[in-house]
T-cell receptor, first 114, second 111 residues
């Protein structure tokens, strides 16, 4: 499982509240990613990181922020949760070098925003 | 940026038959194309991948073909079994930094 753990695995929250999802890896991989998965849309990239304090936006980054203060942790924050952010969130790390590595996914975090 | 399309969205086959899923991509600079399988309630897992310097790759009952000129690649599963039932995602790397995924194909293998 490439040593990836996500927390919490399930969360129910109310509209307007902040939420933070945590991704922790034990393999010292450089690249980490946050995807959201919704029916009919596959996996869409929210943000990714290519090193400590180095992050960039993906295709659906509005309403989300990330931080990576340590190699092993990549945090995803919903600044003010909305119902449209109800989704399953997957963290992933990339094994290997740029252009060649495969993604290993965590088990996912199911978020429900009421 | 990269855009990946995937067809069909659902596919039903009889056990023992073959299944084919097709993907197209837009960025000619993409050079790595993985396929992921996701069982219900589980995480996506890599099943096979292909790089742009190769036209075909096989691993037991699964194979992937790549046509860089036409910018499409396909997953082929032969002798399908009930445990092949899952959602399959194709992906293309984008600028060597991240992947863009197709919307997925739900494969059902009927006994």
């Amino acid at each position: 499982d490439a040593g990836i753990t996500q927390s919490p695995r399930h969360k129910v929250t109310e509209t307007g509240t902040p939420v933070t999802l945590r991704c922790h890896q034990t393999e010292n991989h450089r690249y980490m990613y946050w995807y959201r998965q919704d029916p009919g849309h596959g996996l869409r990239l929210i943000h990714y990181s290519y090193g400590v304090k180095d992050t960039d936006k993906g295709e659906v980054s509005d309403g989300y922020s990330v931080s990576r203060s340590k190699t092993e942790d990549f945090l995803l924050t919903l600044e003010s949760a909305t119902s449209s952010q109800t989704s399953v969130y997957f963290c992933a790390t990339r094994v290997g070098t740029q252009n060649t590595g495969e993604l290993f996914f965590g088990e996912g975090s199911r978020l429900t925003v009421l | 940026g990269e855009n990946v399309e995937q067809h069909p969205s659902t596919l039903s086959v009889q056990e023992g038959d073959s299944a084919v899923i097709k993907c197209t991509y837009s960025d000619s600079a993409s050079n790595y194309f993985p396929w992921y399988k996701q069982e219900l309630g589980k995480r996506p897992q890599l099943i096979i991948d292909i790089r742009s310097n190769v036209g075909e790759k096989k691993d037991q009952r699964i194979a992937v073909t790549l046509n860089k000129t036409a910018k499409h690649f396909s997953l082929h599963i032969t002798e399908t079994q009930p445990e092949d039932s899952a959602v399959y995602f194709c992906a293309a790397d984008s600028y060597g930094q991240n992947f863009v995924f197709g919307p997925g194909t739900r494969l059902s293998v009927l006994p």
